[in-house]
């Protein structure tokens, strides 16, 4: 149980940095402000918000590019066959298949793998 809250603090903090970043305001202050320690002044709150929405944007292009990818390497794997996709790529055929069920995540580097192994693939058949 402590690991888990260990982790969801670390991912807390993470995302008060990301968004105090992106706001271009202190780490402080934001935590200031969640702690209920300050008000945010309107600005800062402008600044927060807009801050959340690109943020909100890029994370939504992120998953819009993992589930194209996932899905090219599903349209591959029918073309062909899973046990032949997944060395090509430099992947475990058994982790494709979780990924590809849906019952495990991609990692960030077995994404990359993939997308590197469809760009190969797309400058061999042009």
Excluded at 37 to 56: F, I, W, Y
Excluded at 70 to 96: F, I, K, W, Y
Aim: hydrophobic content about 50%; glycine content about 6%; some cysteine.
């Amino acid at each position: 149980m402590a690991v888990a809250v260990g982790a969801v603090v670390a991912v807390a903090v993470g995302a008060v940095v990301a968004v105090a970043e992106a706001a271009n305001v202190s780490v402080r202050e934001v935590g200031s402000i969640l702690r209920g320690e300050r008000q945010a002044t309107p600005a800062t709150l402008a600044k927060l918000t807009r801050a959340v929405s690109a943020l909100e944007a890029v994370e939504r292009e992120r998953i819009d590019q993992q589930q194209a990818v996932l899905e090219s390497v599903r349209e591959q794997c029918q073309q062909t066959s899973m046990r032949q996709v997944a060395p090509q790529a430099g992947v475990d055929a058994a982790n494709l298949s979780h990924v590809l069920t849906g019952r495990t995540r991609p990692s960030v580097g077995m994404l990359a793998k993939l997308e590197a192994a469809l760009v190969q693939r797309d400058r061999e058949h042009a």
